[in-house]
């Protein structure tokens, strides 16, 4: 079965720094994108940006460019997304998902997410 | 970026409606769109791609059309599984942009 699955919920302090995880299996990880989504709380999605595993390209959403990072590590076929300061405003749901086959397809599979709390 | 605008916001129905929710671009491009249903605490599940095509194991009941600017994801007769968010995406440029949802609720 593919899936994705993804680290634990995380409650962290403003300026705290994080990186939340999402392993894949099921499939071949380095053939994949794999795209990180937002969603708080009561929000709709937003789409932050995709990352190939298998050389490291990544494509930001303006919105998120410099605010957040995307790293991949084939041999363990996992997926990454880090802040190196969070702020309250990084309070959120967050979804890695699998795009059907190109960057720019729709997201097919899906992790269970990782909710981050920023809370002073 | 290409907006994506979703209508109604929210709608209430019975079983057995026939719902259609509307999505429209800011600006025109082909049929790069896919529908995503969201229950709450769930991951969104993709339903339609390439605005017409259904994905594998979704009812036949869910449809969707449309290109250019406008589109639509139509519920030909709604079941009670079928009360969520539904949310349109283009996936014609970067950034992939999402609509702003749609609430599915009971009657």
């Known amino acids: 079965e593919e899936q994705l699955v993804q680290s634990g919920a995380e409650v962290k302090k403003p300026g705290e720094s994080l990186k939340i995880s999402c392993k894949g299996s099921?499939?071949?990880?380095?053939?994949?994108?794999i795209g990180w989504v937002r969603q708080m709380p009561g929000k709709g999605l937003e789409w932050m940006g995709i990352?190939?595993?298998?050389?490291?390209?990544?494509r930001y959403s303006p919105s998120f460019q410099g605010q957040v990072t995307f790293s991949a590590d084939k041999s363990i076929s996992t997926a990454y997304l880090q802040w190196s300061t969070l702020k309250a405003s990084d309070t959120a749901m967050y979804y890695c998902a699998r795009p059907r086959s190109s960057s720019d397809d729709p997201f097919d599979i899906w992790g269970q997410g990782t909710m981050v709390t920023v809370s002073s | 970026d290409i907006q994506m605008t979703q209508s109604p916001s929210s709608v209430s129905a019975s079983v057995g409606d026939r719902v259609t929710i509307t999505c429209r671009a800011s600006q025109t491009f082909g049929s790069w769109l896919a529908w995503y249903q969201q229950k709450p605490g769930k991951a969104p599940k993709l339903l339609i791609y390439a605005a017409s095509s259904l994905e594998t194991g979704v009812p036949s009941r869910f449809s969707g059309s449309g290109s250019g600017t406008d589109f639509t994801l139509t519920i030909s007769s709604l079941q009670p599984e079928d009360f969520a968010t539904y949310y349109c995406q283009q996936a014609n440029s970067f950034p992939l942009t999402f609509g702003g949802g749609t609430r599915v609720e009971i009657k």
């Open positions: 099921g499939y071949s990880f380095t053939s994949f994108w």
């Open positions: 990352i190939y595993p298998g050389d490291s390209d990544t």
